[in-house]
């Protein structure tokens, strides 16, 4: 973090802007606020030690001289010397004590600077402003854009319902509508529950197939988006890939994005119910199925892998990093994701995750909460300006296309930042940098909803008879298409 006030002018340290990082605006990791205070933090609390143990030592200086009082007589000058060096020695120690304890004052003071700066500008740029009275380094009146004002306003959608029946403050509070932000989670489990929208509920999600081929395969982060828009175009796959480096084993999982026909309804688990089970449900069904597909590819307890997910898939990867059972068999390190609303999920100490966005993609901002701002999680937002496709092939917005995201993670392998370098060598890690790997694309398959009907002749008694069921997984037929790039949700 850069600072205006530089070390050794005797003012406290203020923020300033960080340089430009061409069309990146980068949150999080080693280079993050967050880390920063925790690192001021720790900083203070190392003085505070040492000016503890100088305390001692200046109290035990303070002891030998008071029992040197008795000696004085037996050699006067001597004696009067040995005092007034032990007592010159403690006033040393106690001045560099209060200069400790002054400078552990100042740290404590810039770490509040930073943390007010940083509330005062989240609150400005959640209202719209930014400008350079209000410390935006261009200079300019700009509107936020589309995926913080879509994160706002789901976040505040509570808020807005309650001005708009015009319930009284004390009243809304009462009921929970002023409790804080939308909590997306029990919205989609309320969904569910309502009549006609069971199929939103999980059901199971097996492996029904698979296949294998050894493939040279890019393993940066550009590359591995790029394979997850390739595992996208075939409905309700994903692919593992096993990695051969060095003394061991690595595994990455390639999750895609929503899916829009193709397969017999309800039986793709990347369809539209997939999204509801990843932010209403952690994931239950597909995590299992991932479980399953890791297994049979060979993966064993304890192995080392990275999960990269798109969109939906993104939801599910993220999901991985906080399932307790999965984390128990697996050593998932990494978490890669692009255009994913995966603010609400925290994954477990220790995994590193790095997440793109456009600032003009919706989809991201969907859960209505930002993603933490941590030492392990690094959050990336691209500002590139967009083309507007046309009409026939808008999709969710120019801003969620894949293609734009693996354009970023180029942006983010070439930056010099240093949070982007540690995440990126996290990354590089646990996977490599690319080269002949063993690649297993599974195909999964949701669990069909159970038949619904009954059928009553007339006149007759009320007997019932259930519809016949769907024709077996295994038999159904396999689609050629799911839904477009620029589509997944």
């Avoid at 000696?71 to 560099?96: F, K, L, P, T, W």
């Avoid at 990275?306 to 059972?325: C, E, F, R, T």
């Amino acid at each position: 973090m850069a600072e205006a006030t530089p070390a050794g002018s005797g003012e406290v340290p203020r923020p300033s802007a960080p340089p430009a990082d061409g069309m990146l605006r980068i949150r999080g990791g080693i280079g993050g606020l967050r880390f920063q205070f925790e690192e001021l933090l720790a900083g203070a609390a190392a003085l505070d030690g040492v000016v503890h143990r100088l305390s001692a030592v200046e109290a035990e200086a303070d002891g030998v001289r008071r029992a040197l009082f008795d000696y004085q007589s037996d050699s006067y000058r001597s004696g009067s010397n040995a005092i007034i060096a032990v007592g010159e020695a403690g006033r040393d120690i106690g001045a560099v004590r209060a200069e400790l304890e002054h400078i552990a004052a100042q740290v404590r003071a810039s770490h509040r600077e930073y943390e007010f700066t940083e509330a005062r500008n989240a609150l400005l740029l959640r209202m719209g402003l930014s400008a350079a009275e209000y410390g935006s380094p261009q200079g300019l009146f700009e509107l936020p854009g589309v995926r913080d004002q879509v994160e706002h306003g789901v976040a505040m959608a509570p808020r807005s319902l309650a001005l708009l029946l015009g319930l009284p403050v004390p009243l809304a509070a009462a009921v929970g509508v002023l409790s804080g932000p939308t909590d997306v989670r029990r919205v989609i489990r309320d969904l569910a529950d309502a009549p006609g929208l069971g199929f939103l509920k999980p059901r199971p999600v097996t492996v029904v197939g698979s296949e294998t081929a050894t493939a040279e395969v890019d393993l940066s982060p550009a590359g591995l988006l790029r394979r997850a828009d390739a595992v996208g175009r075939t409905s309700g796959d994903i692919e593992v890939i096993r990695v051969d480096g060095g003394n061991r084993r690595a595994w990455v999982v390639i999750i895609p994005g929503t899916q829009l026909g193709g397969l017999p309804e309800g039986t793709n688990p990347f369809d539209t119910a997939g999204i509801a089970e990843g932010l209403g449900y952690d994931s239950q069904a597909t995590t299992a199925a991932i479980r399953q597909s890791l297994r049979q590819a060979g993966a064993e307890a304890g192995e080392q892998l990275a999960v990269v997910g798109y969109s939906q898939g993104g939801i599910h990867a993220m999901n991985l990093s906080k399932d307790k059972a999965f984390l128990a068999e697996f050593d998932l390190k990494f978490v890669l994701t692009a255009g994913s609303p995966v603010g609400g999920i925290n994954p477990e100490p220790g995994i590193g995750s790095l997440h793109l966005e456009h600032q003009h993609d919706w989809v991201p901002g969907a859960d209505g909460l930002a993603n933490a701002d941590t030492k392990d999680r690094v959050t990336v937002t691209l500002t590139n300006d967009l083309v507007l496709p046309p009409p026939h092939d808008f999709g969710l917005g120019p801003g969620h296309r894949l293609e734009n995201y693996a354009a970023g993670a180029e942006a983010v392998s070439a930056s010099r930042d240093p949070s982007l370098r540690a995440s990126t060598a996290a990354l590089a890690a646990v996977v490599g940098v690319g080269g002949s790997a063993t690649v297993t694309r599974f195909s999964l398959r949701r669990e069909p909803l159970p038949a619904q009907g009954v059928v009553t002749a007339p006149g007759a008694d009320r007997r019932t008879r259930v519809l016949p069921p769907s024709r077996p997984l295994a038999d159904a037929p396999q689609a050629a298409k799911a839904a477009p790039a620029g589509v997944p949700g």
